[in-house]
């Protein structure tokens, strides 16, 4: 599966919007682009997913680049609870599921 | 609906004694399980991979004899760390997919805390 680089940390005013960046550029026309998020202490909670096409749901929005060599997952209104370290994970359909985890993004959202 | 869950929530043992931790899939069978690990302020690493009715497959560095694992239903696995020493505390964190018929749909426990004295 293609290695994912993300920034380290980010803030965020709450009310605005966040946008977390992730490069992706190894990846191959097999594999999928995830994130997850882990709140402190929790387990991962899954966001969204995408192949090539942007998709939206009620979380976020996730926004791939043409050649799909990174994406970019868009929270509108970011909220206190939204705070969490953030993964960008790409992964082959045929991995079985078998995600490996970076090191993620520390998004801090303020007041 | 795909709610994981697992017990305990947190466990304090002492070093040599081995531990159980459980984690359920409660309104989906899951197809499989994996196992994770993870330190304090580092990322998740995975474990094993578990599969119903077959044995684990461990990820390179992780003693299977150390850390037994155990699928023995749909909607069960088993991690047992067996001997455990104060390097073993961590939070643990199992996930299973296979809800939506895609085994790249993974959900993710609450995870457990060990903490071995």
């Known amino acids: 599966d293609a290695k994912t680089t993300q920034p380290p940390s980010m803030d965020c005013a709450e009310g605005r919007a966040a946008n977390l960046p992730c490069n992706h550029s190894?990846?191959?026309?097999?594999?999928?682009v995830y994130w997850y998020r882990q709140i402190h202490s929790q387990g991962p909670q899954y966001i969204i997913h995408?192949?090539?096409n942007n998709e939206t749901n009620e979380m976020a929005s996730l926004i791939i680049t043409e050649d799909r060599k990174s994406s970019t997952l868009i929270l509108p209104h970011a909220t206190l609870r939204d705070t969490a370290v953030y993964y960008c994970?790409?992964?082959?359909?045929?991995?079985?599921?078998?995600?490996?985890f970076g090191a993620g993004t520390q998004v801090v959202v303020t007041p | 609906g795909a709610v994981v869950s697992q017990h305990p929530s947190w466990v304090i043992c002492k070093s040599g004694t081995s531990v159980k931790i459980e984690c359920r899939s409660l309104?989906?069978?899951?197809?499989?399980m994996f196992w994770y690990r993870q330190f304090p302020k580092q990322s998740l690493m995975l474990m094993a991979t578990?599969?119903?009715?077959?044995?684990?497959?461990?990820e390179q560095g992780v003693e299977k004899d150390k850390f037994l694992i155990n699928h023995a239903s749909l909607t069960l696995s088993t991690l047992t760390v067996t001997s455990a020493h104060p390097e073993d505390s961590s939070f643990y964190i199992c996930?299973?997919?296979?809800?939506?018929?895609?085994?790249?749909?993974?959900?993710f426990g609450p995870g457990t805390r060990l903490t071995v004295l």
């Open positions: 996930s299973a997919s296979g809800p939506y018929g895609s085994y790249n749909e993974q959900f």
């Open positions: 190894t990846i191959s026309g097999n594999e999928y």
């Open positions: 995408g192949l090539k």
């Open positions: 994970i790409a992964l082959k359909t045929d991995s079985w599921g078998k995600f490996q």
């Open positions: 309104d989906f069978q899951a197809t499989t």
């Open positions: 578990s599969n119903e009715g077959s044995k684990a497959t461990y």
